[in-house]
């Protein structure tokens, strides 16, 4: 399997050149993203048949000489090599129609099936050298495609933001293998495994990839370049960016700590409880007050994100305290929630980029009434919005249900400080999901029903087959792995065992496919037959309306609230629906005021509103931490104008303290 793997790292290679070679002829298009889905669902094959299996292994002649190049293949990259392969075929599915307008596709053809290339190697490398460059091909082949619409404003910015944190990220990861690797410079992760770092180490190699890893991912305080680059890109490659690399990153952190270091204190634990709770209720906070679509779904994955970092945290904390059956439970269902978000926040992204192509906006408040003009999209957009909204019996649900299950094994913990932590959590991811299902009414609501706000929205039509197609089978996809868990828990099952040692009971022998986390006693949930209750009940609602309500057919004026013109500006508007929660948690999470300026009677001026959000951590940290940058820079910029005799000068003083370094080292 690890070879079809490497081959297929290889032909994405090759269709990088073609994408090169052929980016402005009307085939390059059909032969890039036809052959990226081709070798995606290869990927994808591979990661289901290989996860099962026994850890593959294969040594190259390549890289640093001393080294190689070294490549595993087993559970837990079997599994994301299985959801990377997913989010890339469907992404590329999704390319073959929605790229058939591109004005300058060749600033995206060659660097696509880069970009899946690094994430590919990611997977498989066993060694830290092979690691970090893919790491950092991933990172500079997904700014190149941040930058493929360079000429539409603030696109330059944001893969600048953008390539700054993918520079913080593999350098604390490099920073981290370096830690790991130690003073005997055993940079195959075996070595590192045996390794087995003293307390203030581990420590330190927790933090840096915590930090490496969360930059990548999107976790608070190192979200920032997340809300802009994912706009900055194109509507598939947002999808792949936000369904597929935050995954990457997320397994970076498992790596590492999980298997690399073979677990991390208890409070550790805390700290990722921490971030990922802050991370899961500031996303969404965030995303309520965006109109910009794909700015709101960018911070919905910095939500998402925290959801799946809390999973993680629950299981250090109980693999900390030797209770592997917690352990498994909160590591599957993060895994499961990984796996999840790929699956609903892909399918989201193709639905904004199919409105974004039909309107030519992203701008919800200037959308409206494309359920009628868009049907199929509307429909696949709706089911992706209840899944991402965690409603059963959709698989967004499923996996947060898990979660909460992990949650409620806390008085298993010694502990205080988890035992304190862990309840905060729960509140907090409560909270999250309720906010997220106030999030997603309003996205929809706005952005597809009621009567078009604006010409581009009026003049909207249904997106290509291509996309539909794509949108269609994700859509698909969140309704099965919603209905049937169990076969997603029981697939996980290797991955867990392999880093906690043990697995979540196995759920598919039930004869009613009942989800059971730990013991039928304890709690369980069967989605097919909420599913089924749901359209029964539905089902017998509506004949009975229809058996015994009136035949007559009245007709009276729809509900104006109190606004008799029939003009699209009396509907509700994004803003308004997002007010109220604006006023209770705004000034709190960023200082939101609302400015009215109402004119006096007799005032012929038109009354504005104006409203004003604060971003915290951009303005107090990293404002000024440009400005430090600024500064040092400018105060430094004179040592360009030195002589070479001052410059020989500064050589030989930094040598001399390096030797005293060393010597007082040994």
């Known amino acids: 399997m690890i070879e079809i793997a490497l081959s297929c790292i290889g032909l994405f290679c090759l269709l990088a050149v073609a994408g090169a070679g052929l980016g402005r002829a009307s085939a390059g298009r059909f032969i890039v993203y036809g052959g990226c889905l081709l070798i995606g669902a290869i990927l994808f094959g591979t990661g289901l048949l290989a996860i099962a299996e026994p850890a593959q292994r294969i040594a190259l002649p390549l890289g640093v000489p001393w080294v190689g190049v070294h490549l595993r293949l087993d559970a837990l990259s079997s599994f994301f090599l299985l959801l990377l392969g997913l989010g890339s075929a469907g992404a590329s599915l999704f390319a073959i129609g929605y790229c058939a307008h591109d004005e300058e596709p060749q600033r995206v053809l060659p660097f696509y099936p880069l970009f899946l290339a690094g994430m590919t190697l990611v997977l498989l490398a066993d060694d830290a050298f092979s690691f970090l460059f893919a790491w950092e091909l991933m990172s500079l082949s997904s700014w190149a495609l941040v930058m493929a619409q360079h000429r539409e404003s603030g696109n330059a910015q944001a893969a600048f933001v953008y390539l700054l944190m993918a520079v913080f990220s593999g350098l604390t990861m490099l920073l981290a293998f370096g830690v790991l690797a130690g003073p005997t410079g055993g940079y195959a992760f075996d070595a590192m495994r045996a390794a087995h770092p003293s307390a203030g180490l581990t420590a330190l190699i927790f933090a840096l990839a915590l930090a490496g890893a969360g930059s990548k991912a999107g976790l608070v305080p190192l979200h920032v370049w997340l809300p802009l680059a994912h706009p900055a890109a194109p509507s598939h490659v947002s999808a792949l960016m936000s369904g597929v690399m935050t995954k990457i990153a997320v397994y970076g952190f498992i790596r590492v700590v999980f298997d690399l270091l073979g677990g991390a204190p208890w409070w550790a634990a805390t700290i990722v409880l921490a971030v990922g709770g802050i991370t899961a209720i500031m996303g969404v906070l965030h995303a309520l007050m965006e109109r910009d679509l794909k700015r709101l779904l960018a911070y919905s994955t910095v939500e998402n994100i925290g959801i799946v970092f809390v999973g993680l945290g629950l299981a250090l904390a109980f693999k900390a305290n030797n209770f592997p059956a917690g352990a498994a439970l909160a590591l599957t269902a993060a895994l499961f929630h990984a796996l999840n978000h790929t699956l609903f926040k892909s399918l989201l992204f193709f639905g904004a980029g199919a409105v974004l192509h039909a309107t030519g906006t992203r701008d919800i408040e200037k959308l409206g009434g494309l359920l009628q003009r ?157 599913f089924v209750f749901v359209l029964g009940s539905g089902g017998i609602a509506a004949a009975l309306v229809k058996r015994f309500g009136s035949s007559g057919l009245r007709r009276s004026p729809a509900w104006d609230c109190g606004f008799p013109d029939p003009s699209p500006m009396t509907q509700y508007t994004g803003a308004s629906m997002g007010q109220p929660i604006k006023r209770v948690y705004g000034a709190l999470a960023f200082h939101a005021r609302d400015v009215v300026d109402m004119p006096a009677p007799g005032d012929t001026r038109a009354a504005t509103h104006t409203v004003t959000r604060t971003d915290y951590i951009w303005d107090g940290v990293y404002v000024p931490l440009g400005q430090a940058v600024t500064w040092v820079s400018t105060y430094l910029n004179v040592l360009q104008f030195l002589t070479i005799r001052r410059y020989l000068g500064f050589v030989f003083i930094l040598l001399i303290l390096l030797l005293m370094a060393l010597a007082l080292w040994q």
């Open 374 to 530: 868009m049907p199929l999209t509307s429909a696949a957009v709706l089911v992706g919005c209840f899944a991402i909204s965690a409603l059963p019996p959709m698989n967004g649900f499923a996996s947060e249900w898990l979660t909460f299950q992990a949650i409620l094994l806390r008085p298993e913990l010694p502990q205080w400080g988890l035992k304190l932590s862990i309840p905060a959590d729960g509140a907090l991811l409560a909270l999250a999901a309720a906010l997220a299902a106030a999030c997603f009414v309003r996205a929809f609501g706005i952005g597809f029903l009621g009567r078009p706000r604006t010409a581009a929205a009026g003049n909207a039509h249904e997106a290509d087959r291509w996309s539909v197609a794509a949108m269609a089978g994700f859509a698909g996809l969140c309704l099965l792995t919603g209905l049937f868990p169990g076969v997603t828990i029981d697939l996980l099952a290797p991955v867990a065992h392999a880093l906690v040692g043990a697995a979540m009971p196995w759920q598919t022998g039930d004869a009613w496919l009942t989800t059971i986390p730990v013991a039928a006693s304890r709690s369980s949930y069967n989605a097919l037959l909420l």
